[in-house]
Nanobody
Framework: QVQLVESGGGLVQAGGSLRLSCVASGDTICISDMDWYRQAPGKERELVAG???????HYADSVKGRFTISGDIVEEPVYLQMNSLKPEDTAVYYC??????????????WGQGTQVTVSS
């Protein structure tokens, strides 16, 4: 099994920065992908950024050029550096992993979420 813990959320002014952290524990060698999702009130959960165990990165168009995902899934926390924050970035941010490298009980896992609020 895999456990995920997010941290780093908070309240910032528009134009400010935050760095989110996702720490994975347990069967981390089974992780093939780690992603950041976010969900604003009344809206669908959306993919923000992701990193694979091979180092491939991807970003939603809405955050490209402002957010950066980095880190080692197995050995280090995975970070989401968020710069030039906008009020529309306000959401609960969730860490998510796929564990397709091993036949675990569950194919994926979610963290508990961390709140990011950007004031105008």
């Amino acid at each position: 099994q895999v456990q995920l813990v997010e941290s780093g959320g908070g309240l910032v002014q528009a134009g400010g920065s935050l760095r989110l952290s996702c720490v994975a524990s347990g069967d981390t060698i089974c992780i093939s992908d780690m992603d950041w999702y976010r969900q604003a009130p009344g809206k669908e959960r959306e993919l923000v950024a992701g990193i694979t165990s091979s180092g491939r990165l991807h970003y939603a168009d809405s955050v490209k050029g402002r957010f950066t995902i980095s880190g080692d899934i197995v050995e280090e926390p995975v970070y989401l550096q968020m710069n030039s924050l906008k009020p529309e970035d306000t959401a609960v941010y969730y860490c998510h992993v796929d564990t397709s490298r091993c036949p675990l009980k569950d194919p994926d896992y979610w963290g508990q979420g961390t709140q990011v609020t950007v004031s105008s």
